[in-house]
């Protein structure tokens, strides 16, 4: 089952970062073409799309996840498909309903945070797609066919770039034409995954064992017992770029989403870990093996993302500065993102824990922890500090959460190795912090503390032969990582060996 989960965390890592780093450059061609002002105005319409969608979706697209896990794992794809066919067809339901009310101008829903009315098609057919890829990626996840989710996403994130200098070049719309050229994953993808689901579910047909009033209950029970907190944690992330647009105008609001995106490319193994875990979880009968599960891909996710993330605590303004001048001085709000890092992997992982385990009252409890302070401070902070206030938020936020998680954690008998932790993130953090020192060109410093941190995990044996061949045989394919393994073990090997050499050296002499 482990080489499964692995094989799926990384799929679904790269159907997040691929896309990602290539949303980078989607908006550094935007900043250069028309500047932070049409970033702003596209990233809060996204914004907007996420949090809306959200909410009318009920949180059915994680609602159905556990009863999909469940019948995958008893091998019922006829329950599975009647699950995903009556979810959608409900869910159809409620964003039409919901979509009404935006296209009708007198509630001016998009004019009270600063939109035009001139964008309220595009946006409901984003809350469209935006549902059915919530919908169909997970199906496609809990179904353990996380590869179907790699090609549609690259593919979705290349068309981008016809179509916003399509729009550049023959209408001279840049803000129109970035708010279509970025949704356009969104129909793409959801394009792609319905169709990969039909092929899946297709050839299964028989008697439902119920009517479709009785699948949506289901579903439905389910997604409602986390969507109170579901719609914190989405608002907890998104509605800050909302405030700072709305109380800074759309200049800012581009800067900060762009600090936001950036941080949310660093959680990309996080997120994949979370996404599977959580489908897993219930799964999994014994308590033990579930918390053992939990450790286990904690530390993976920290050791993934420590030293990735950490030159861009030192070099922030460096790296949004590639975005055009005026993105330098978002630097500290990036800054601020990274410095929660540690505290978000600690609670996102035990947050997606407890929801695998259908425990419920804790999710809620975790998500009003952490999120309403962040939702609340966003419009404090943001009006007087601007786009660092909100930032500043988001960690407050997160550093309650971490407390929370903590005291999950503790009556739930999991004991995270929290030196393990600790080391995994000082040691990129040091290297950084060495390399911005010394003045090095931040690309080069990027280069190193990367390379330099996976030597020093391995020399301190916070990386060990286990892990390796589990990560090898994660990310390559089954011929090409027995052919390669023996020679990533070597080299783990011998660096270990160099510190054990050490301390057995120092012992001698003393």
Excluded: C
């Amino acid at each position: 089952m482990e080489s499964i989960t692995s094989k799926n965390i990384w799929y679904t890592s790269i159907s997040i970062i691929i896309p990602s780093i290539l949303t980078y450059i989607f908006w550094f061609l935007a900043a250069k073409l028309g500047g932070a002002e049409p970033v702003g105005v596209a990233s809060s319409i996204s914004s907007l799309v996420i949090i809306i969608s959200t909410i009318a979706g009920l949180d059915m697209s994680l609602g159905m996840k556990r009863a999909m896990g469940l019948a995958i794992s008893a091998r019922d794809i006829p329950e599975f498909k009647e699950i995903l066919v009556s979810t959608v067809i409900f869910m159809t339901l409620i964003v039409t309903g919901s979509s009404v009310l935006i296209l009708i101008p007198e509630f001016k829903i998009l004019e009270s945070i600063g939109i035009g009315q001139q964008y309220s098609w595009i946006t409901v057919a984003m809350i469209y797609a935006q549902s059915f890829q919530y919908i169909f990626m997970e199906a496609i996840i809990a179904a353990l066919l996380s590869k179907k989710l790699v090609l549609p996403f690259i593919l979705g994130s290349l068309a981008r770039f016809p179509i916003i200098l399509i729009f550049y070049i023959m209408f001279n719309s840049l803000t129109t034409g970035i708010v279509i050229s970025f949704s356009s994953l969104l129909f793409i993808t959801s394009l792609f995954f319905g169709v990969d689901l039909i092929k899946f579910i297709g050839r299964h047909a028989r008697k439902p064992k119920g009517n479709f009033y009785f699948y949506v209950k289901g579903t439905l029970r389910a997604g409602l017992s986390s969507w109170i907190p579901h719609v914190l944690n989405v608002a907890g992330y998104w509605l800050g770029i909302i405030a700072v647009f709305s109380s800074e105008g759309a200049s800012d609001g581009g800067k900060f989403y762009i600090s936001v995106g950036i941080f949310a490319v660093t959680l990309f193994i996080v997120t994949a870990v979370t996404k599977v875990i959580h489908a897993l979880i219930p799964r999994i009968r014994s308590e033990k093996e579930q918390v053992r599960f939990l450790i286990y891909y904690t530390g993976i996710a920290f050791l993934f993302t420590m030293p990735f993330a950490a030159p861009l605590l030192f070099f922030s303004s460096d790296f949004l500065g590639l975005m055009g001048k005026e993105f330098i001085s978002a630097g500290a709000s990036l800054s601020i993102f990274i410095l929660s890092l540690p505290f978000v992997i600690v609670s996102e992982m035990i947050y997606y824990f407890a929801y695998g385990k259908g425990d419920h009252r804790s999710v809620l409890y975790l998500g009003l922890i952490g999120n309403v302070p962040r939702i609340v401070l966003y419009f404090v902070l943001s009006h007087y500090f601007g786009i660092n206030g909100a930032a500043m938020s988001f960690f407050i936020g997160s550093v309650l959460q971490l407390f929370a998680s903590f005291k999950y954690a503790q009556q739930h008998q999991i004991r995270f190795d929290l030196r393990k932790y600790l080391a995994l993130t000082l040691i990129p953090i040091a290297l950084g912090l060495l390399v911005w020192m010394a003045n090095i060109n931040f690309v080069l410093s990027t280069v190193i503390v990367i390379i330099t941190s996976f030597v020093l995990y391995i020399r301190f044996l916070l990386v060990t032969t286990n892990e390796v061949h589990d990560i090898i045989y994660a990310v390559l394919p089954h011929n090409l990582a027995e052919k390669m393994y023996p020679h990533f073990a070597k080299i783990v090997t011998k660096i270990a060996s160099q510190k054990n050499s050490m301390n057995g050296s120092g012992k001698t002499s003393s």
